[in-house]
């Protein structure tokens, strides 16, 4: 499954630099690069899912460039330019602390420059655009946007990239160098001091560099793909633990046949069956969901520790921490009812 960088499409924006540059200047370097590049730019896709990728030359070799996830969640994907050449794979790898992908390729292809010492050669302000396979459609869109932060491993922009353009360059257009890989947004839909629901929840698009990767891991495909498979049902129980805890919460009841999910899905019908029963003393009944309850916590943190030898990526590893982070809290949650009910018996 593709976790692309999902956004409400918007019209294209362009900017003002407070330069000579006008609108229209700006549109057409964007399309000058993307004239320029068109060889470079690449298309993932597979029956699963689908993203972006591009042709970058990287302190003197030319690889294929991703993210990571996109390479994870599209399995066995085929990589297509453009011009509709499909790209012949070499040696893959991905970078710690970054969500990046790349293989090596046969010489002789089209390849963007990527920038070195972002941080020195682009400024907060300055113009970027996006290629990328907007919505996995197969049409490569040039985003327009500006660079609103860099950081040490990471650039945020506001181009409005949408959903299949996860592995996209973000190209600056002064220079025509590569500074990021499109990656994922953020959206804050709550005011952090008053805690109120914001009538205009606030998006947040970023990208990883790839000048500050420091290494890269070699992947074993198979290895790879058995990691990826099994990071996807912790992050799906984290999903479904969340929706349970939601149905919970409306009334102490729980809908039934609603939590399907192999891990916890016996263990709630047992309960529901048990508390259908007319023959159980209350405090029968409180030991029946504290014992159930006591499952359901414990199995907020079972998978991840199962897990956690297992996952020897470092970007698996990060996302293993990730989902530690949210069950944890989850755990503190089911626990605090189950100190609740004992305090009531």
């Known amino acids: 499954m593709t976790v692309p960088t999902p956004g409400a499409p918007r019209t294209l924006q362009l900017y003002n630099l407070g330069q000579s540059a006008s609108d229209g200047t ?31 030359q990287l302190r003197g070799t030319t690889f294929l460039f991703t993210n990571a996830h996109v390479a994870a969640g599209v399995r066995d994907a085929g990589f297509k330019t453009l011009e509709g050449t499909t790209l012949q794979l070499g040696t893959p790898a991905i970078a710690a602390g970054h969500d990046i992908f790349l293989t090596t390729l046969p010489p002789g292809k089209p390849a963007i420059e990527i920038m070195q010492g972002v941080e020195q050669n682009a400024s907060i302000g300055d113009a970027v655009v996006v290629l990328g396979n907007a919505e996995g459609g197969g049409v490569i869109n040039t985003i327009l946007g500006k660079i609103v932060g860099i950081g040490p491993d990471r650039v945020e922009v506001d181009a409005p990239f949408q959903p299949g353009n996860s592995g996209s360059p973000i190209i600056h257009l002064k220079s025509g160098k590569v500074i990021g890989v499109a990656t994922y947004l953020t959206v804050k839909k709550y005011d952090p001091a ?49 929706k349970f805890l939601i149905d919970l919460g409306r009334n102490n009841r729980v809908t039934l046949g609603a939590h399907t999910n192999p891990a916890i899905k016996s263990r709630i019908d047992q309960w529901q069956a048990v508390k259908k029963e007319r023959t159980l003393s209350p405090k029968d009944m409180a030991q029946v969901n504290l014992n159930f309850l006591g499952f359901i916590k414990s199995a907020c943190r079972a998978d991840i520790s199962a897990a956690q030898p297992r996952m020897t990526y470092d970007y698996f590893q990060r996302q293993l921490g990730s989902e530690q982070q949210i069950r944890n809290e989850m755990a503190d949650i089911f626990d605090k009812i189950i100190k609740d009910i004992q305090k009531e018996r």
Not at 35 to 49: D, T, W
Not at 225 to 235: D, F, I, L, P, T
């Open 194 to 242: 008053t805690k109120e629901v914001l009538q205009n929840p606030v998006v947040r698009r970023f990208g990883f560099r790839l000048d500050s990767v420091k290494t890269w891991q070699p992947v074993n495909w198979p290895q790879f793909y058995a990691q990826a498979g099994e990071m996807e049902k912790v992050e799906q129980l984290t999903v479904d633990l969340e």
């Open 26 to 56: 700006i549109q057409g370097a964007a399309s000058d690069i993307l004239k320029k590049y068109s060889g470079s730019l690449v298309f993932v896709s597979a029956k699963n899912g689908a993203g972006s990728g591009f042709i970058g």
